[in-house]
């Protein structure tokens, strides 16, 4: 396979992903699941991700459609479109699997996927991260990494926008 056939090798519908999570799961690979925007992919993002990655054997991430992003950050969100992300994401070596979902919480992929582990940044806290009763009512754990100061995509924009006006 060539590298970018790898790369769309990883972003998979939900059946195709459960496929692979059986297989994962029956060679005793802990996944370990974690979602986002993923819009503009900094460095933050990059270290988190390794962390995350770090806790598991597989590494699946799910990425808010560009609908769900618009609803949760307003219509001038996602500046990079889902294909764009989820290549982006799909193409650093330590992820195992990419998928899209519409819905604002990626809960029905939680449950559909039965991860091992879910985790999420040091913005959110246990008691907040959708999933985690789920996750954890199935023998799962729930992982709040820290969050790295001074990376936001959010922050990036703002800063284009001044640089512009």
């Known amino acids: 396979m060539t590298p970018l056939e790898l790369v769309y090798d990883k972003i998979l519908p939900l059946a195709d992903l459960s496929r692979r ?20 992919v900094h460095p933050g993002h990059l270290t988190y991700l390794a962390q995350a990655a770090g806790l598991g054997h597989r590494l699946i991430i799910g990425v808010n459609s560009d609908a769900s992003v618009r ?10 479109s889902l294909e764009a992300r989820m290549q982006l994401l799909a193409s650093f070596f330590f992820v ?5 979902f519409e819905e604002d919480t990626p809960i029905e992929l939680i449950k559909h996927l039965r991860p091992d582990v879910l985790v999420k940044g040091g913005d959110y806290t246990e008691e907040t991260i959708v999933g985690a009763s789920e996750v954890r009512s199935w023998g799962g754990t729930v992982e ?3 969050y790295l100061e001074g ?12 640089e512009v006006a």
Request: glycine share 8%; proline share 4%.
């Open 71 to 80: 609803r949760l950050k307003g219509d001038t969100r996602p500046v990079m």
């Open 96 to 100: 195992d699997g990419v998928i899209a």
């Open 144 to 146: 709040v990494l820290p």
């Open 21 to 40: 999570r059986c297989g994962w799961r029956t060679v005793s690979q802990r996944t370990v699941f974690t979602n986002g925007v993923f819009d503009l």
């Open 151 to 162: 990376h936001s995509s959010t922050r990036i924009l703002s800063t284009i926008r001044e």
